[in-house]
């Protein structure tokens, strides 16, 4: 099958990598118009999340497709980088990417195993690509057995069970620094769906002293009316909110630090010997990394939260199993579809022209037969439609069976049909496929599910 998948992830780049390459989500429809002016790609969408940038495609061809990919990533609103990204980068192709989707929209392949957010962020690029009309039939169709099989691993298995989230993770992060957090002041940086998921944890965990702050002040204000607890602060008073805080948790969408060393420096004056712990699970960072140098100041990143709920996991690591099933069975299913596609031309040409007929005869009879009524009008045309239907189904049918077993030979009962019925088609190529000395090419990309 045609599919390429390009990527790079928390397994295979360090954030910083990862930032430079994030798409904010203002400029996804513009990303997938530009990608789509490719020659090699016919379709296109685009999974970024704060532990991958994903660039799904179906190609013309695997090599010049891939080749096209990188191209695209490399200069799309970055510029030439200064680095060679080869060694982040990983490339999946045919049932490999496919595969891979399904691995990821399940949570096997997140950071933290079973992360709740992934199968959002699936939806969101699925919908996106929609949005941009960036989507053919191939892409639309895996994406969608994408997110059946993420919905089935989650409500099937345990594999989402014990709520652990990147934000979750945050929260215990910040826990094992300060300790109990019921006295403790913590600063939320971002009213967003990662932001409202530490609120919330933060409200579990006994957190009374929330303060939010946000670009926008009124959607601070509704995070805060939601939560119950807190307050919301404007984002100029920040170094003020910072002179009070024990943990700052930060997840904005900001394509620039907001925390730098000049204004958390302003603010560890106006506290001294208290520590102050910023926890960044935002990608672009938040927190410019030269923050460390301050004393008093403990940074934790996103690439740092797996090994803190390691132990939380175990039970999500029992699921792995039941959950590759899942991704077996949506694999087969797509699989048999994109084979069954080779016989789409016949099936559709025939179709056109057996209802051209029909409709001819029929138009014919009813002209010989002007005292019918409406209803016996009504009925004539319905029974041969049924008898069109009935006749073309089994035929079809086959087919259809054929070219999931053997696309070989569906090809050429295509060919006998096209021959026998002057369907003109011509003659029928079979779908793409990689050679076996390109199907499994990886870069980069670890075969463990472990978190890391």
Not at 108 to 123: N, R, T
Not at 145 to 168: D, F, H, M, P, Y
Not at 178 to 187: A, F, N, P, R
Request: some cysteine; proline content about 4%; overall charge neutral.
């Amino acid at each position: 099958m045609s599919v390429v998948c390009l990527g790079l992830s928390h397994r295979t780049a360090p954030a910083e990598v990862r930032e430079r390459h994030a798409f904010p989500a203002s400029r996804m429809s513009e990303a997938l118009v530009a990608l789509l002016d490719y020659e090699a790609v016919r379709e296109a969408a685009i999974l970024s999340t704060c532990g991958r940038l994903e660039i799904y495609a179906d190609v013309d061809s695997f090599e010049q497709g891939a080749l096209q990919l990188k191209q695209f990533l490399t200069s799309f609103r970055h510029g030439d980088v200064s680095y060679d990204i080869e060694p982040y980068l990983y490339t999946l192709l045919g049932s490999d990417a496919v595969h891979h989707l399904l691995h990821v929209a399940t949570g096997l392949d997140s950071m933290l195993i079973g992360e709740a957010e992934i199968l959002g962020q699936v939806k969101d690029a699925y919908y996106r690509a929609q949005e941009a009309r960036s989507f053919g039939a191939t892409l639309h169709r895996l994406f969608r057995e994408a997110l059946n099989a993420g919905k089935a691993a989650r409500s099937q298995t345990a594999v989402g069970g014990a709520s652990v989230s990147i934000a979750t993770a945050a929260v215990a992060v910040a826990k094992e620094h300060v300790g109990d957090l019921s006295g403790k002041t913590v600063v939320l940086i971002g009213a967003g769906k990662m932001g409202m998921t530490a609120a919330r944890r933060l409200k579990l965990e006994g957190a009374k002293k929330i303060i939010v702050v946000n670009r926008t002040h009124e959607r601070a204000r509704e995070m805060v009316a939601r939560l119950g607890v807190g307050k919301a602060v404007e984002l100029p008073l920040l170094v003020d909110a910072l002179k009070s805080a024990d943990v700052v948790i930060t997840s904005t969408g900001a394509s620039h630090f907001i925390l730098t060393p000049a204004n958390v420096a302003v603010a560890m004056r106006a506290r001294p010997r208290r520590p102050l712990c910023l926890v960044d699970i935002a990608v672009p960072r938040d927190v410019d990394p030269d923050v460390t140098s301050i004393s008093g100041v403990r940074v934790v990143d996103i690439d740092q939260l797996g090994a803190t709920v390691d132990v939380t996991l175990e039970r999500r690591r029992a699921s792995i199993p039941s959950v590759e099933v899942i991704i077996d069975d949506h694999l087969a299913r797509f699989d048999r579809w994109y084979r069954s596609r080779t016989t789409l031309p016949v099936i559709s040409s025939l179709s056109k022209k057996a209802e051209s007929i029909r409709e001819t005869e029929i138009g014919r009879l009813l002209a010989h037969c002007p005292d019918l009524t409406d209803r016996e009008r009504r009925l004539i045309s319905g029974m041969s439609m049924r008898i069109m239907s009935k006749l073309l189904h089994s035929a079809f049918s086959k087919i259809r069976d054929t070219a999931a077993a053997d696309r070989a030979h569906a090809l050429a009962k295509a060919s006998i049909i096209d021959e026998l019925f002057d369907l003109g088609l011509g003659t029928f190529d079979e779908p793409l496929e990689p050679g076996p000395e390109i199907a499994h090419r990886h870069t980069s990309q670890p075969d463990s599910l472990e978190v890391g």
